[in-house]
Each structure stands twice: as structure tokens, then as C-alpha cells.
T-cell receptor
Framework: SQQGEEDPQALSIQEGENATMNCSYK?????LQWYRQNSGRGLVHLIL?????REKHSGRLRVTLDTSKKSSSLLITASRAADTASYFC???????????FGEGTQLTVNP | DVKVTQSSRYLVKRTGEKVFLECVQD?????MFWYRQDPGLGLRLIYF???????EKGDIPEGYSVSREKKERFSLILESASTNQTSMYLC???????????FGSGTQLSVL
């Protein structure tokens, strides 16, 4: 694990259900970001939440951040088959300028 | 939209070969990054660059070098490829102080 964990590693749901993915980390952060990766492709930025924010929305995405618990969650509502992908959280730590990625959650949405 | 282009989607090389992975971005971004992605390990930073001719080591630089002669191009070099360098290689760029990364489509490298 690279100083953080994503949970679950894999998630399989039916179309229309909500999907929740969690990310935990160990250091102080400036912000936390979520990215999506379709199979065999590059990552695409989804949403960023800053350390002084608790919740953020973008379309069907909702991200929460609890800095006291050092954890974040990504909720995808009313999932679609096209949401099938891997989702990664990435932390920008206060101690440096790097972006550190988690190991990802593989989401499968069944039609 | 920002476009980050990696020269090859798939590459097969032999052990001991010198390998060049090329990455070009078209949005005048100062920052460029090379990651490798392996199952169960997520993305790991190899090298990054904040300016032309400038480079810094990431978390796993051993066995790799980089070149940034022009702002838009960031090359990853495997001096003598080994089988443990078989991986997906991802290039990314961002603005200075920029918070989000823009990724290329990746190069799946197999070293035989």
C-alpha cells in the first residue's frame, strides 16, 4: 500500500444502484482528487476536494472528506453500465507537491 | 481540451535494449510526469519535471532516466530494459501549481 488504501478493491452492482468507494490516507493533505480509468486507457480527472471542504458534488458524483478520520468517499448515484471503470483517489500532501495515488477500486455496473 | 499524446500504445522489447517512451502535450504545461502502473500497486511516480531541462526523481527512478529538451516533450528512457520493467507507463502534465493532472492513454510495455 502506498500510504493509503482504497476500499473495496472491487465492486459489482446493478444499473441504477449507487456505488460507494472509500479512500483512507495517513498524512496531512492539501487536497484529495478522484480519477477514473477505463480499461487499458489513461486516467481522467473527476473531482477535487480541498482539505477545508467536507462535501462536493459534480453531476452524479458526490465526494466527502473527513480530515479527522483521514478518509474520503466517492458516491456515484444511479449508476450506468458506462460507469464501469477503475476509480483512483490521489492525495496532494502538505509536505510536498506530489500527487500520491491509491491502488484503485474496480467498479463493474451490470446492465 | 488538453491533449497528452504518448507515442505508442503497445511496445515489445527485448531484455537489454534501450527503450524510449515519448510524451507530448499541447497545452504549454510546465509540469510533466511519468508513472508506471502495475496490478495491485496502483500508480507509482518515476520522474517528473517542472521546467525544460529540469528533472526530479520520483519514488522509483532506478533503471530509468528522462529528458526534457523542449517544454512540450518529456521522454522516459530505459537504459537497459529488464523483464521487471514490463508495465503500463502513463505520462501526465499539469499547469504550475496546477492541481489536477491530464494523462495520456498509456503505453503497455512488454520486455521479453
Amino acid at each position: 500500500s502506498q500510504q493509503g488504501e482504497e476500499d473495496p478493491q472491487a465492486l459489482s452492482i446493478q444499473e441504477g444502484e449507487n456505488a460507494t468507494m472509500n479512500c483512507s490516507y495517513k498524512t496531512s493533505i492539501n487536497n484529495l482528487q478522484w480519477y477514473r480509468q477505463n480499461s487499458g486507457r489513461g486516467l481522467v480527472h473527476l473531482i477535487l476536494i480541498r482539505s477545508n471542504e467536507r462535501e462536493k458534488h459534480s453531476g452524479r458524483l458526490r465526494v466527502t472528506l473527513d480530515t479527522s478520520k483521514k478518509s474520503s468517499s466517492l458516491l456515484i448515484t444511479a449508476s450506468r453500465a458506462a460507469d464501469t471503470a477503475s476509480y483512483f483517489c490521489a492525495r496532494r500532501e502538505t509536505s510536498g507537491s506530489r500527487l500520491t495515488f491509491g491502488e484503485g477500486t474496480q467498479l463493474t455496473v451490470n446492465p | 481540451d488538453v491533449k497528452v499524446t504518448q507515442s505508442s500504445r503497445y511496445l515489445v522489447k527485448r531484455t537489454g535494449e534501450k527503450v524510449f517512451l515519448e510524451c507530448v502535450q499541447d497545452m504549454d504545461h510546465e509540469n510533466m510526469f511519468w508513472y508506471r502502473q502495475d496490478p495491485g500497486l496502483g500508480l507509482r511516480l518515476i520522474y517528473f519535471s517542472y521546467d525544460v531541462k529540469m528533472k526530479e526523481k520520483g519514488d522509483i527512478p532506478e533503471g530509468y532516466s528522462v529528458s526534457r529538451e523542449k517544454k512540450e516533450r518529456f521522454s522516459l528512457i530505459l537504459e537497459s530494459a529488464s523483464t521487471n520493467q514490463t508495465s503500463m507507463y502513463l505520462c501526465a502534465s499539469s499547469l504550475p501549481g496546477g492541481e489536477k493532472l491530464f494523462f495520456g492513454s498509456g503505453t503497455q510495455l512488454s520486455v521479453l
